[in-house]
DNA sequence: ATGAAAGCGCTAACAA
DNA sequence: TTGTTAGCGCTTTCAT
């Protein structure tokens, strides 16, 4: 069916190290050999046997890359970062997405695992610290990204939420705004709840109330606008809001503008990310911008180097569009 | 680093045959062994080695799926139901993007066939009959989703787009809309050109006037948002716009809503494909609704099956919202 | 520059 | 029910 080394070596008329040499060390090869061989491959459609390549060499070239959600624009730049770099050092990836669930999540890492990874890259979900030592045991390096679970010796590479909500809120205090709303998912994970620390803290700081806290089951656009029929319905709009990412932050703008209410003249608005549809949304958004591939690249390094222990935390960008301004 | 059976079964005082056995046929085990056997495993943190596994068996328990966009919400659904079927079926998916490159196309085929994937799910983007041939030579069943290439003996599951493009036109029509726009991407893929030749051939039938085709460089939300400033500066809007899909309808809308033009009043928009974000746009959005799970569903079963040269061609189905109603 | 051969970890056929 | 063993396709060491 699939042709393998020994057909290709007879083919050629040389042995199976000489076609393995043509593969891996061609400039061992003499040229005249080198085009016989390759000219075998080619005839017959020879694809090398990845698992006998990495079960001989005990390792193979791939990495996994464990995201939470692949809906999410947020980590599918997370993603791409990570590939591209990969890429580039020679290695492929292996993409599983646990969908928030830890028994997927388990899943997914019994079976990246199995297929032999030489690295992890994972937004945690449920990953508890035996498993984590278990793989560091197998000589996987583990990175965390956007987020750090207690006591687990992996590295990470994170973003301050504190200080991207604290941005948040600086800037709508600045604006003159006083009377806000933050609208988050239930249940809160870690880095939603840290952009809410990190806002209430500015304004605590501030001298300011506690913004009133709307939760919503998803981190959706079909979320944003029920949090925002909410706050409609109290029927007495606060005159910012501040919401845990870009996606709810567009259904509330949305639904905002369907009733009539002027955004930013009534009530301003800040998302967090800077998705692509940031850009694009009926008010454009203003938001706090994650260096999210730099997140993938670095994860991918640290990764690859199988550093020991470091955690890289990168700044947040306040990024001012129409909403708030 | 890495235990093996080997380890294992010495642990358990058994040989590696009854572990193999323990791990593949548990019921041929006696019970009492079959507890040590798994004691053992346990106390290892043994993990099977996938690459022994697929050497031995000849082939891995995975299958491809290489689409050309995850950051399209279109592409992440039909994955998401090729995955759901796939692990149904016992097996793992090894995900791949294209992101529309040939190049990169070529590269992630190899990367799945030296993975020894049994199957293949694609969106082709460059694929020629040659690969293809090849793929199928080596006992790789291919299923096309989305589009089908000429000459290519694989089987395809798409959606009647010429049909969803009609369905599009004939609201329109219905609702007394008479003087069209068509929004597309440039270069314009088959699917995107079978819509726009669905409405045309509709708007042909009914005796219209073919609409204005207006081309924008991606199916992206900005691109909408630069296609309704082009027919902004016309100076003179149509009453109606058919959009390549949602992504670019949503934007269309709301460059539209921003500049005061009222949805539908003024210019009703339809989109393609109705994702996650359509009924949460500031205006929800009357689209084409493409069965996006059920597309990566069938495609995994017919790939599973290895079925030969069957064609399913699903039907859309329109979605009234209030863009166009 | 090339060939011969061992062995990676596993499964399955066969033996006991 | 359990043990023994050949061999999957490849890489690599050691000869030649």
Redesign the interface.
């Given at each position: 069916?699939?042709a393998s080394i020994r057909e290709v070596a007879r083919r050629a008329g040389v042995s199976v190290g000489t076609v393995s040499n043509v593969l891996n060390r061609p400039e061992q090869v003499a040229e005249a050999t080198r085009v016989r061989v390759l000219a075998a491959i080619d005839e017959l459609?020879f694809?090398?046997?990845?698992?006998?390549r990495?079960?001989r060499k005990g390792s193979?070239r791939t990495l996994g890359v464990l995201v939470e959600d692949?809906?999410n624009?947020y980590f599918?730049?997370v993603?791409r970062g990570a590939e591209a770099a990969l890429n580039a050092g020679g290695f492929?990836v292996?993409?599983c997405t646990s969908d928030g669930s830890p028994e997927k999540e388990r899943r997914c890492l019994?079976?990246l695992?199995?297929?032999?990874v030489s690295g992890l890259i994972v937004t945690p979900v449920g990953l508890d610290a035996r498993r984590v030592a278990?793989l560091r045991?197998?000589?996987i390096p583990v990175v965390f990204v956007d987020r750090r679970i207690a006591g687990v010796n992996a590295c990470s590479v994170t973003v301050d939420h504190v200080a991207g909500g604290r941005l948040a809120a600086e800037h709508l205090t600045a604006l003159g705004r006083h009377d806000l709303a933050f609208v988050t998912a239930e249940p809160e994970t870690p880095p939603l709840r840290q952009r809410r620390a990190g806002a209430l803290r500015a304004l605590t700081q501030a001298g300011r109330t506690a913004p009133l806290t709307i939760a919503e089951p998803a981190l959706?656009?079909?979320a944003?606008?029920r949090a925002a029929q909410r706050l409609l319905d109290f029927g007495t709009l606060p005159d910012g809001i501040l919401c845990a990412n870009d996606l709810i932050a567009?259904?509330v703008?949305?639904e905002l503008?369907?009733a009539g209410v002027k955004v930013p003249q009534d009530v301003a608005v800040v998302g967090y990310d800077d998705i692509?549809?940031a850009?694009?949304?009926?008010?454009p958004l203003t938001t706090v911008r994650q260096p999210r591939r730099d997140l993938g690249r670095i994860a991918t390094e640290l990764a690859l180097a199988d550093a020991e222990g470091r955690h890289i935390v990168l700044a947040p960008e306040l990024v001012v569009r129409e909403s708030a301004s």
């Amino acid at each position: 069916m699939r042709a393998s080394i020994r057909e290709v070596a007879r083919r050629a008329g040389v042995s199976v190290g000489t076609v393995s040499n043509v593969l891996n060390r061609p400039e061992q090869v003499a040229e005249a050999t080198r085009v016989r061989v390759l000219a075998a491959i080619d005839e017959l459609g020879f694809v090398r046997n990845e698992a006998a390549r990495a079960l001989r060499k005990g390792s193979g070239r791939t990495l996994g890359v464990l995201v939470e959600d692949l809906a999410n624009p947020y980590f599918t730049d997370v993603a791409r970062g990570a590939e591209a770099a990969l890429n580039a050092g020679g290695f492929d990836v292996l993409w599983c997405t646990s969908d928030g669930s830890p028994e997927k999540e388990r899943r997914c890492l019994d079976f990246l695992e199995e297929q032999g990874v030489s690295g992890l890259i994972v937004t945690p979900v449920g990953l508890d610290a035996r498993r984590v030592a278990r793989l560091r045991a197998h000589g996987i390096p583990v990175v965390f990204v956007d987020r750090r679970i207690a006591g687990v010796n992996a590295c990470s590479v994170t973003v301050d939420h504190v200080a991207g909500g604290r941005l948040a809120a600086e800037h709508l205090t600045a604006l003159g705004r006083h009377d806000l709303a933050f609208v988050t998912a239930e249940p809160e994970t870690p880095p939603l709840r840290q952009r809410r620390a990190g806002a209430l803290r500015a304004l605590t700081q501030a001298g300011r109330t506690a913004p009133l806290t709307i939760a919503e089951p998803a981190l959706s656009p079909a979320a944003g606008r029920r949090a925002a029929q909410r706050l409609l319905d109290f029927g007495t709009l606060p005159d910012g809001i501040l919401c845990a990412n870009d996606l709810i932050a567009i259904g509330v703008v949305n639904e905002l503008v369907r009733a009539g209410v002027k955004v930013p003249q009534d009530v301003a608005v800040v998302g967090y990310d800077d998705i692509e549809l940031a850009a694009s949304a009926v008010v454009p958004l203003t938001t706090v911008r994650q260096p999210r591939r730099d997140l993938g690249r670095i994860a991918t390094e640290l990764a690859l180097a199988d550093a020991e222990g470091r955690h890289i935390v990168l700044a947040p960008e306040l990024v001012v569009r129409e909403s708030a301004s």
